[in-house]
């Protein structure tokens, strides 16, 4: 083997373990939504919480609130101090953040908590993916970005493992703090992982110091690929420079208007289909059917299975077929699924045979949903913004997009609770079907234009 085979396999470790250190924070972004999945139904108990339907919905919903706003500035500090920096940051917020959940003695303590864990999850969610797309060469980028987002289902994935693993092991009722604290351990994974991890050469050059991003370069690509990167990225950032970006005021004009709105749209989208209920609620939901704490805890790992396979189809799905025949398809496994469980949660209503009916039921609106319209979704809201925009227009969708699954998950269970299983399934389902139609209109219209 020669010394240029060496150094290409060296520097193609290199890569690989930067990809796997920096995606930790997309693990502790899964572990940190999904955990409180299986730790509410004992965190609700007399001794321990007491929650009710209200203080459970904020309780839950409280890191979404606090991941709105930490991507709305995790973007802005990433691009001041830069991206290594911030995920070391964020990855002691996390921990912190983790311990004060785990330890909280009552509900605002909790909620304070939960909102600062928020604020690292959101800041997560736009800084590691920026620092590996920087990172990563260009017939890499789309792999090293993606595994991001396998990082996330598989963090909730871990998570209702570990829940269902302590929740029939263990018989204290405080449970819920182990299944909270164990989210410090990726915590401090990813923080001493990111003090061997080199900075974005991107950043680096953004800051005028070529020197230093051409030597990180170097150690992560071939003398030439570094010499021609570095180039690509001056002009880039020449281009960016150059270019008067949008602001708020902007949205006045007609063609900025829409295309912010169909971001938004795109966004709205993938939360009113109720996904995140699932993913925040999935035990509660199967207790509400007739299941036992134990077996919803081991029940709801089967929606965390199939969310990482259909992540992982859907994902090689996304370069054989359209964007929008995939959105189309995966709306109505969306519809058909949240109105089969509406159905039966009423029809089989005190049967044996409904919590099991309801788990299959889930598992099928997953894979249609992870499946089809989660990669659409940030596929397109990536495409759609030209460059003077991009910034207004992912910021605006992004934010409305974590504040639609913060009111959604804080109205889950009081839903639940007043109007029970059934009728809150058939909301998601209707407010599915106007998508559907919106939809379908839309790509009639475009075909009408393409014949005229």
Same mark, same amino acid.
């Given at each position: ?169 263990? +018989? ?53 690929? +570094? ?19 949008? %602001? ?28 995140? %209920? ?58 058909? %699924? ?6 039966? %949660? ?107």
């Amino acid at each position: 083997m020669t010394t240029n085979d060496l150094s290409a396999i060296e520097r193609k470790k290199k890569l690989s373990k930067i990809t796997w250190i920096a995606t930790f924070g997309g693990l502790l972004f899964g572990f940190d939504t999904g955990v409180i999945n299986g730790a509410l139904p004992f965190m609700s108990l007399p001794d321990q919480l007491n929650l009710n339907a209200f203080t459970e919905g904020l309780v839950s919903s409280s890191l979404i609130f606090g991941a709105a706003f930490g991507a709305v500035f995790g973007g802005q500090l990433s691009d001041k101090f830069g991206r290594r920096k911030l995920i070391l940051w964020l990855a002691i917020l996390f921990f912190f953040s983790t311990l004060g959940t785990s330890f909280a003695p009552n509900v605002p303590i909790m909620v304070i908590s939960r909102i600062f864990l928020g604020l690292a999850v959101g800041g997560a969610s736009v800084t590691v993916p920026t620092f590996l797309s920087e990172m990563s060469p260009k017939e890499r980028r789309g792999r090293m970005v993606t595994q991001n987002e396998f990082m996330i289902v598989t963090g909730q994935l871990l998570a209702y493992v570990t829940n269902a693993v302590l929740g029939n092991t263990v +018989a204290d009722p405080g449970v819920w703090r182990i299944m909270l604290v164990i989210a410090t351990i990726p915590a401090v994974v990813l923080w001493i992982g990111m003090l061997s991890v080199p900075e974005s050469p991107r950043w680096y050059a953004a800051k005028g110091k070529m020197g230093d991003a051409l030597k990180i370069l170097k150690d992560i690509r071939n003398i030439q690929q +570094a010499n021609t990167e570095l180039k690509e990225i001056k002009d880039n950032i020449e281009l960016e420079e150059n270019i008067e970006k949008a %602001s708020m005021k902007d949205l006045a004009v007609p063609w900025i208007r829409r295309i912010v709105l169909l971001g938004i749209g795109l966004a709205v989208i993938q939360q009113i289909t109720g996904v995140n %209920s699932i993913m925040y609620y999935g035990t509660e939901i199967l207790r509400d059917a007739g299941f036992g704490t134990q077996a919803a805890l081991i029940g709801n790992v089967a929606n965390g299975a199939i969310a990482v396979i259909a992540v992982i189809i859907g994902i090689g799905l996304l370069g054989k077929f359209g964007r929008r025949p995939m959105l189309i398809v995966g709306q109505i496994g969306v519809i058909v %699924s949240l109105t089969l469980i509406a159905i039966f %949660s009423n029809v089989l209503a005190g049967t044996a045979a409904l919590p099991y009916v309801v788990l299959s039921l889930t598992v099928t609106f997953l894979a249609f949903m992870q499946g089809a319209i989660a990669p659409v979704t940030w596929l397109m809201l990536a495409e759609i913004f030209p460059l003077r925009l991009r910034g207004l227009g992912m910021g605006v969708s992004v934010f409305l997009l974590w504040m639609t699954n913060f009111v959604i998950s804080f109205l889950f269970p009081i839903l639940l609770e007043f109007v029970g299983l059934s009728v809150t399934f058939f909301v998601f389902a209707a407010m599915c079907k106007i998508v559907l139609g919106d939809l379908k209109q839309n790509s009639r219209k475009k075909r009408k234009g393409a014949l005229s």
